[in-house]
């Protein structure tokens, strides 16, 4: 057998035409509502973009029933609203995308500064007018609350929480409390209502809690470095009114709020059954600390920065049975860097993640500990027009979904 050395073509088709290639398939050739779901699972922050890729999907992203595909997706990773002092160079406010682990420009109400956070919603607080409005960040909804009732004076402190969102204001001078709450079912407010210090509540300043003053009075003693300190808290205005809020173990749709109170201990107050009750303090009052709370996993925890024996610990607290328990601690090696720093903690909490902000003079950072293993990382640095890494002074988290209505 020989081989030829030429090549045989095959022979044209009867038709005398070339044949086409049967086009691929592709999202063009998916059915609306398979598109609208696909599209539905995207990271939030693609969200912005869907519009700009074509006429269809730009009507997809637009429809009633996009919208029901993403209330299908169960939970979203959160992004963290981190906020700073404004500046030419330095905008007011950033996120961090949790799930693209990005921090991307977050633009915030003209003139109105958030003080809470619930589900996807945020709540906005006008220092001027003491306006409340509440708006979904990623889409940019929101509207206005109606006036809070007469009587709200003292303002401690304001928790969002539920669904659909209720808005708690917490008013007066410990152990004078009282509570405003705003129902966005009924689009009304009740109250306020007077809160009663419950029973069994312990003396936060205890001798076995390191002595002082009682009901929040204010306390001056000596640092170690000879100044004279109080524990009067200074709170920046974004962290002023900050409160956390867990569900309540005695009726559904109800909670419990927690906040630190002027001279930095916490406070729980009951939704629910309008009780309150001030924790025993964490470290002795004449003790240097910054110290936060945060809501994680349904919980509420204390974090608390302080210097013993040469050396700085981050250690992260939880109530229970009448006493204080650490549940989790940054590593030595990481929180060793903030000694005699003088720095500051903002903290906020979302599902088992705890992101905690160090901010001073001298050191800034951002970590995220995940509460189920205690594993701790340092995120990246937000870097502003200036070159510098941002120093933030407050936090709150957000699931980023766009069918969430206000």
């Known amino acids: 057998m020989e081989l030829s050395g030429k090549t045989t073509m095959p022979p044209p088709p009867a038709s005398g035409r070339k044949r086409k290639c049967p086009p691929s398939s592709g999202l063009e050739d998916l059915h609306d509502d398979m598109l609208e779901r696909v599209l539905a699972r995207l990271p939030p922050a693609s969200f912005f973009r869907l519009r700009a890729v074509c006429r269809r999907w730009r009507a997809a992203a637009a429809s009633r029933t996009f919208l029901a595909a993403c209330a299908r997706v169960p939970s979203r990773d959160p992004w963290f609203l981190m906020l700073s002092e404004p500046d030419r160079a330095r905008p007011a406010a950033v ?15 003209p003139g109105s500064m958030p003080v809470a956070a619930s589900g996807g919603l ?29 009587g709200v004076a003292q303002l401690q402190a304001i928790a969002m929480y539920g669904s659909p969102y209720r808005v708690a204001l917490i008013s007066g001078e410990l152990p004078d409390l ?62 002023q009114y900050s409160a956390v809020a867990v569900p309540s173990p005695s009726e559904r749709g109800e909670a419990v709020a927690y906040f630190l109170s ?74 060793h860097g903030f000694y005699g720093k003088k720095a500051d903690i903002n903290c906020v909490g979302h599902g088992d993640r705890l992101m905690v902000c160090v901010s001073s003079g001298e050191a800034n950072g951002c970590f995220m500990c995940d509460m189920s293993s205690n594993q701790w990382e340092e995120l990246p640095k937000y870097i502003n027009g200036d070159g510098e890494a941002n120093e933030f002074l407050a936090a709150f988290s957000f699931e980023p979904r766009v069918e969430i209505t206000v």
């Open 95 to 109: 996120a961090f995308d949790a799930a693209e682990r990005t921090w991307n420009p977050f633009r915030a109400a």
């Open 122 to 150: 945020v709540l906005y607080r006008a220092p001027d007018t003491d306006a409340l409005s509440v708006a979904n960040p990623l889409t940019g909804a929101s509207r206005a609350l109606p006036t809070p009732p007469q």
């Open 262 to 335: 002027h001279s930095g201990t916490v406070v729980a107050c009951d939704t629910a059954r309008r009780t309150f009750a001030e924790l025993p303090r964490i470290l002795p009052v004449y003790h240097e600390y910054s110290i936060d709370v945060v809501a994680c996993g349904g919980a509420a925890y204390a974090v608390v920065l302080s210097e013993y024996l040469d050396t700085a610990s981050l250690r992260v607290w939880g109530f229970a049975d009448g006493a204080w328990r650490q549940v989790a601690a940054m590593p030595p090696a990481m929180s």
């Open 178 to 239: 009282s509570m405003a709450v705003f129902d966005s079912s009924k689009s009304s407010w009740e109250g306020p209502v007077a809160l009663s210090r419950k029973s069994h509540d312990p003396s936060p300043d205890s001798p076995a809690q390191g002595g002082g003053g009682g009901d929040d009075d204010t306390v001056y003693f000596l640092s170690k470095s000879g100044d004279v300190v109080s524990t009067n808290m200074q709170r920046s205005a974004s962290k």
